[in-house]
């Protein structure tokens, strides 16, 4: 059973900057594809990015390209997500996810393709 803690959320004006951190265990950390996932209230859970077991391939969402980015630390058994030019669309809870894969490289973008999910944490853009 893999456990995922999102971390880092908090309450920052537009244009500030955040960086979440998603911490696993359970499971050996490479074994996994992760990803970002949000949902701003009233609306589905949306993808944000996600990286491959390797961290060798990111995928972004075309609302947040060029503005955020994933990465990954196997030392620590952490992903990362770097927000930068926050708009206050990009309010809402931010859920880290993650599954096994077999190949190095998979990247997973729909919700239905994780197995596992933290609980959360609430970034709020505003002024």
């Known amino acids: 059973q893999v456990q995922l803690v999102e971390s880092g959320g908090g309450l920052v004006q537009p244009g500030g900057s955040l960086t979440l951190s998603c911490a696993a265990s359970?499971?050996?950390?490479?074994?996994?594809?992760m990803g970002w996932f949000r949902q701003a209230p009233g609306k589905e859970r949306e993808f944000v990015g996600a990286?491959?077991?390797?961290?060798?391939?990111?995928v972004y969402a075309d609302s947040v390209k060029g503005r955020f980015t994933i990465s990954r630390a196997s030392a620590v058994n952490t992903m990362f997500l770097q927000i930068n030019s926050l708009k206050p669309d990009d309010t809402g809870v931010y859920y880290c996810?993650?599954?096994?894969?077999?190949?190095?490289?998979?990247?997973?973008?729909?919700?239905?393709?994780?197995?596992?999910w933290g609980q959360g944490t609430q970034v709020t853009v505003s002024s």
């Open positions: 359970g499971r050996t950390f490479t074994d996994l594809t």
């Open positions: 996810a993650a599954t096994p894969a077999l190949v190095l490289w998979t990247i997973k973008t729909l919700t239905r393709e994780y197995e596992y």
């Open positions: 990286i491959s077991r390797n961290g060798a391939n990111r």
